[in-house]
Every structure is written in structure tokens, then in C-alpha cells.
């Protein structure tokens, strides 16, 4: 088999996948340079990732349309690219868009994409996860891949109702065959395609996907490995940054406001109160494992369709000091989602790449650094977090077995 490896993003034509095909292929042309990318950095630039040219995209998606329109609608309306590198990298993206496939849609709530393609609702969740897995197999087979690396990027599902999950997969898999039997929404019906041909799986979105014990003991039977959960790239960075800094001096924290503002299809998601509240939880978890108590917090997300692909957040910080000295910290964090989250799918891509190489299986808790909410980790710290992928990085090079996960 050869030595590339495929990407294949679920919701392969979403504003953060279009920006991986522009950034993919930029690299691979050498037209932009490596900012932003973690995988560049001299800790991990030792490790043997796969080089861009090994790399080759495709994906599902439910919405009509093609890269090429909705790369020039971003970089007309956001300004994420310039028209020159988007003309160098048009043939490309033409060739992606050749391998995006028809998605499947499964209780992912009534927020779904604005024209969707409704003809691949499926008859059962054993039938969609079928199809999916056929897909990824003639992807595979038509490309010469050695392994394909699954990204759900899709929008935000309502929760799954968690209480009524089996814990084993034996138990789970006996609810795949009748929609009336299974809870799982679409993101854990593309998590088990992937896992099921022992593909390496990563869930940069809050929806499900493979973060269940049931799901998560199919990985280690087929020797797989998977990472999640909910991308790390604004507010909550700066929250798992700043947080541990209140606790190092012992400054307690009394209030943390979060207001959000965002546009784009996301946002548009996000206004439906199902889906606001999966990401919510994803967004307000962190807060009392790092300080060790519970503040009064409260975060907000509002759609404001001006701001496209850009979101804004304000937070205020109440907290008290020496004496009891009552002081307030405020920030304002203002980033262009896609452009922020677009090269760390690309890190983690590689990254899974090299750990299904390497034999790992299970939850790669090493990552826990890019996630909100990741996968098997009891620390939230995102100083302590990246201390542990330094950790793995140096157990590589000196020659540390593969690790096998939970």
C-alpha cells in the first residue's frame, strides 16, 4: 500500500473544511507559510508526520454546492484568502471537491444545513453506517491510501441523551438496526463507520461522536484511535490558559462572564437552542476543575449573521485579592473561526496519521491540548496539557512502545 494518507472531513464543504482544502493545498504548492500550525513547532517537528504531499482530502457533506464558490464566498465576504492564492489553488480544489460524497442525516436535530440533501436520510443507522464505511473503503481504494484519518467538522447535534447509552458495545451494536432502538445522533454513526475499518477518527465538534464508553471499547477492538473533543480555539483557550494563572496565585475567582457573537452556518446553528446547549456545556466545563471550586459562571453564544465567518467574545473577570480586594480582569478576543481552527485540523490530522502508524489504539489522550472537552483527560490546564504532548513527543524519539488507550 502507499504511503499517503487520506483526510476525510465530515462536513467536507463547511467554512473550517473549505479552509483545510485552501490551506492543504497551499501548502503543498508552497505558497503560504506554517503560522498557526502546532505540528510546526520545534517540539514536534522531529516526529516522522506525514509530509503535505503525502497528504490527499475528501469528505461527505449534505449541502449542495462546490468548494470553489464557497472558498471565493469567504474570501469575498471574510477575507480568509487572497483572490491570487485562490486562482493558484482552483484546479485543487476542483479535484477535492471531485471525491466530497452525499453525508448521512440522523437525529442531528432541526437546525440542519441550509439546502441539504435530503435523499441520504437513512432507512436505519446500521444502513447509514454501511454506506459511509463504502465510501471511506472506495476513497481508500481509488486513492492508493495506506490509511484514511476521519474529521467530523459538521455542526454542532443536539446531546445525546447519554443515560440511555449502553456501556458496551455489544449491547450498543444490537441498537444499530432500528431507528426506533438507537439514541445515537449522525457524528456517532460516522465514529463507528470509522472505527469499524480500524480508522483513526477525530471529533473537533461537541456533538458525540466516539466519546462514550461503548464506542470507545469498539476502538480498542479493532485497534483504532480517536480523539475529541470540541476544538480548542478562542475563549476556552484563553480560559485554560488564564484560569490555571488565578489558582498559581491564589487569587480567587468569584465571577467568569462570557459573551459570544458569531456569524456563519455554525452561528446559524447555534441559534437553535438544542444545539446552543451542546456547546455550552462544551464551553463551561472547564472552569471549576482548574480553579478547584465553583464560581458563578456564565457563558452566552449569539448569532449576528453581519459577522460571518468572525466571532467576538467579551469576558469579565471578578475576582478577589490580598485583603479582600475586589479587582476585575476584561478581555476581548477577536478571531476568524475558520482561519483558527482550519490549521489545527490539519496538526491533528497528522498527528492520528502517525499514532495509527506507530500501532496506538484508543483514546489519544496526549492531545487534550486542541480540545474543550477531550477525550480521557482529568486535566483541563492547557500549559499541563501540552506538558503531557511534549511528554509523548520525547517517549517517541527515545524509542517508547506505542501506547495503547481506554
Known amino acids: 500500500m502507499a504511503d499517503k494518507t487520506g483526510i476525510w472531513l465530515v462536513g467536507a464543504r463547511g467554512a473550517v473544511a473549505t479552509t483545510v482544502a485552501v490551506g492543504m493545498t497551499a501548502l503543498q504548492k508552497r505558497a503560504v507559510d506554517r503560522v498557526g500550525l502546532v505540528t510546526e513547532l520545534p517540539m514536534l517537528r522531529e516526529l516522522p508526520l506525514a509530509s503535505w504531499d503525502q497528504l490527499v482530502v475528501g469528505g461527505h457533506e449534505l449541502r449542495r454546492g462546490n468548494l470553489v464558490d464557497g472558498a471565493a464566498a469567504l474570501a469575498r465576504d471574510n477575507r480568509l484568502f487572497t483572490p491570487e492564492l485562490l486562482a493558484a489553488c482552483r484546479e485543487e480544489l476542483v479535484e477535492i471537491d471531485s471525491r466530497i460524497r452525499p453525508g448521512i442525516h440522523f437525529r442531528g436535530g432541526d437546525a440542519a444545513p441550509a439546502g441539504q440533501d435530503a435523499t441520504r436520510r437513512v432507512e436505519s443507522p446500521r444502513v447509514g453506517i454501511e454506506r459511509i464505511k463504502n465510501d471511506l473503503l472506495d476513497f481508500r481504494q481509488a486513492n492508493n491510501l495506506g490509511r ?7 455542526s454542532t447535534e443536539p446531546e445525546t441523551p447519554r443515560a440511555a447509552l449502553p456501556d458496551r458495545w455489544g449491547d450498543l451494536r444490537l441498537t444499530l438496526e432500528t431507528n426506533a432502538a438507537c439514541v445515537l445522533r449522525s457524528s456517532s454513526l460516522y465514529a463507528i463507520a470509522a472505527l469499524e475499518l480500524g480508522h483513526p477518527l477525530i471529533n473537533f465538534t461537541p456533538s458525540l461522536g466516539s466519546d462514550c464508553t461503548a464506542i470507545g471499547e469498539l476502538a480498542l477492538e479493532r485497534g483504532a484511535c480517536h480523539a475529541g473533543r470540541d476544538g480548542k480555539t478562542g475563549e476556552t483557550l484563553l480560559k485554560t490558559v488564564l484560569a490555571p494563572m488565578f489558582a498559581a496565585r491564589n487569587l480567587e475567582v468569584m465571577s467568569w462572564v462570557g459573551h459570544n457573537i458569531l456569524g456563519n452556518a455554525d452561528g446559524r446553528v447555534l441559534d437553535h437552542p438544542e444545539h446552543k446547549q451542546a456547546k455550552l456545556q462544551s ?24 459577522l460571518g465567518d468572525w466571532k467576538t467574545a ?3 473577570v471578578h475576582f478577589k485579592g490580598f485583603l479582600g480586594t475586589p479587582m476585575t480582569l476584561q478581555f476581548t478576543w477577536q478571531g476568524c473561526d475558520s482561519a483558527l481552527a482550519a490549521p489545527l485540523v490539519i496538526d491533528l490530522a497528522r498527528l492520528a496519521d502517525h499514532a495509527a502508524r506507530r ?19 482529568n486535566n483541563e490546564d492547557f500549559f499541563s496539557q501540552l506538558g503531557t504532548l ?6 517517541v524519539l527515545e524509542g517508547d512502545p506505542p501506547r495503547t488507550g481506554s
Open 148 to 154: 484514511v484519518v476521519v474529521v467530523l467538522l459538521a
Open 283 to 306: 464551553k463551561d466545563s472547564a472552569l471549576s476543575k482548574m480553579l478547584g471550586y465553583d464560581p458563578q459562571s456564565l457563558v452566552s453564544i449569539e448569532y449576528i449573521k453581519s
Open 390 to 395: 511534549a511528554e509523548y513527543v520525547r517517549g
Open 314 to 316: 467579551w469576558d469579565h
Open 359 to 377: 500501532g496506538e489504539t484508543g483514546a489519544l489522550t496526549y492531545l487534550a491540548s486542541f480540545f474543550k472537552r477531550p477525550y480521557g483527560a
